[in-house]
């Protein structure tokens, strides 16, 4: 099986998960060009038995590149200490999703040299939210540790935009408010009760939501 196949035929089975492709279209149509677009530059692992791993990556914002570091018992935990150490602060969500699941599994049929260590992988994320709502990411390629960061980076980047389109359909539908668009306010909070499925536990998040009974 080809590259290109395998990566459709996952491609294929993501959406079938539906999990955290569900409200995407929503939130990238909500925050249209501000939608927050990671990319993985640069990744370099140091992993030592004894000690722990540490991950230095960098991370590609549009234009901007940006390199974080962090360490933990393993490859995806040092990658997301990374990525905590850089977003965490502004978007608390990040800190309240749990991982639930980790696995690899490789395409055999997708070998070229004879021993089939160079088969393509594909590495799947399970997490759920502070409402225990799960969602599954998943990268395919033949390096086991840059499909492990371009996952835990997916993940990262779902729940930014999941919490800054919260926020944003909040402004818009206190906007619409004042200015009487009672068609408005009903789309705005419809689509508030849509992605809020899709964010985990952060204060703004909570206050909005409390806010509106």
């Known amino acids: 099986m080809s590259d290109v196949k395998f990566a459709r035929r996952e491609a294929i089975r993501a959406l079938s998960l539906g999990k955290p492709m569900e409200h995407e279209q929503l939130i990238r149509r909500v925050l249209g060009t ?78 070229k040299a004879q021993a089939g260590v160079d088969a393509v992988a594909r590495v799947t994320v399970d997490v759920s939210n502070s409402e225990g709502k799960h969602f599954s990411f998943s990268d ?11 996952v835990v980076i997916a993940m990262t980047q779902y729940f930014m935009n999941a919490e800054r389109a919260f926020v944003t359909l909040y402004n818009a539908r206190r906007d619409a408010m004042a200015r009487g668009r009672e068609d408005l306010v009903s789309r705005y909070t419809r689509e508030m009760a849509e992605v809020v499925e899709s964010t985990s536990y952060a204060d703004v998040i909570a206050n909005i939501r409390k806010e509106l009974g």
């Open 34 to 111: 501000n939608f927050l677009d990671l990319k993985l530059g640069r990744l370099v692992v140091d992993e030592d038995p004894a000690s722990g791993t540490t991950a230095k990556l960098t991370v590609i914002e549009g234009d901007t590149h940006h390199e974080v570091e962090g360490k933990g018992v393993g490859v995806v935990d040092a990658i997301h200490a990374a990525l905590l150490a850089r977003y965490a602060r502004e978007y608390q969500s990040l800190t309240s999703l749990r991982l639930i699941g980790f696995h690899v599994a490789a395409d055999i049929e997708t070998k």
């Open 140 to 150: 395919a390629s033949r390096s086991v540790i840059a499909s492990s960061a371009r």
